[in-house]
């Protein structure tokens, strides 16, 4: 069974841009979820998607967004990039989401806003 | 806010010994208990899952968890420096009274395993 698929692996970006990330859960997931991870902050969540509907989300500003599609890929953007957006990007797949069934990780998007 | 707490170490353990890593948690509610393993550029990697009172064991890793007193632990025997990462603790808590629960994470224990 293939993993969690993210892509692009790395971006590179200038401050006031915005940036889209793409996930493609493991088959049969329907829960995706999506944290960002900095050295000092270590993981923190962005939100969650569930069929297509945000189901939670996290203490991030506006400007972070995403969606899901009926094949449960998801997407995120990042508008009016700021350099304290520099950060590993995760998407995280699981069964039923809201943190009953374990996560299973992709390899990430590292974004870096100069 | 609701919290995961672990010991952010570095925790250093010779080759061979028990590595014990702690995590407790703020929310009576959490029903599934989850430790990753990070290496050093990867991404988090699910090692061990545990939904009930008392141990889980697979291969050299044991789960504990005591919900009453909100407390998890990892249990890595016969430490091999390839076991030598960040382990991060996640539980299914709320942020807040009245919000949906989500996968917290510790801010994570490195180890580090000496030959």
């Known amino acids: 069974k293939a993993g969690v698929t993210q892509t692009p692996r790395y971006l590179i970006k200038t401050r006031g841009q915005q940036v889209t990330l793409s996930c493609s859960p493991i088959?049969?997931?329907?829960?995706v979820s999506w944290y960002q991870q900095t050295p000092g902050q270590g993981l923190q969540f962005l939100f969650e998607y569930f069929s297509e509907t945000q189901r939670n989300k996290g203490n991030f500003p506006g400007r972070f967004s995403g969606r899901q599609f009926s094949n449960s890929r998801s997407e995120m953007n990042v508008s009016t990039l700021e350099l304290g957006d520099s950060a590993l990007y995760l998407c995280?797949?699981?069964?039923?989401?809201?943190?009953?069934?374990?996560?299973?990780f992709g390899n990430g998007t590292r974004l870096t806003v100069t | 806010q609701k919290e995961v707490e672990q010991n952010s170490g570095p925790l250093s353990v010779p080759e061979g010994a028990i590595a014990s890593l702690n995590c407790t948690y703020s929310?009576?509610?959490?029903?599934?208990f989850f430790w990753y393993r990070q290496y050093s550029g990867k991404s988090p990697e699910l090692i061990m899952s545990?939904?009930?009172?008392g141990d889980k064991e697979d291969g050299r890793f044991t789960a504990q968890l005591n919900k009453a007193s909100q407390y998890v632990s990892l249990l890595i025997r016969d430490s091999q420096p390839s076991d030598s990462a960040t382990y991060l603790c996640?539980?299914?808590?709320?942020?807040?009274?009245?919000?949906?629960?989500?996968?917290?994470f510790g801010s994570g224990t490195q180890l580090t395993v000496l030959p």
């Open positions: 929310d009576r509610g959490s029903q599934s």
């Open positions: 996640a539980v299914n808590q709320k942020r807040s009274s009245g919000s949906a629960r989500q996968l917290t």
């Open positions: 545990i939904y009930s009172n």
């Open positions: 088959s049969g997931h329907r829960s």
């Open positions: 995280a797949s699981s069964l039923d989401g809201q943190g009953g069934s374990p996560l299973h």
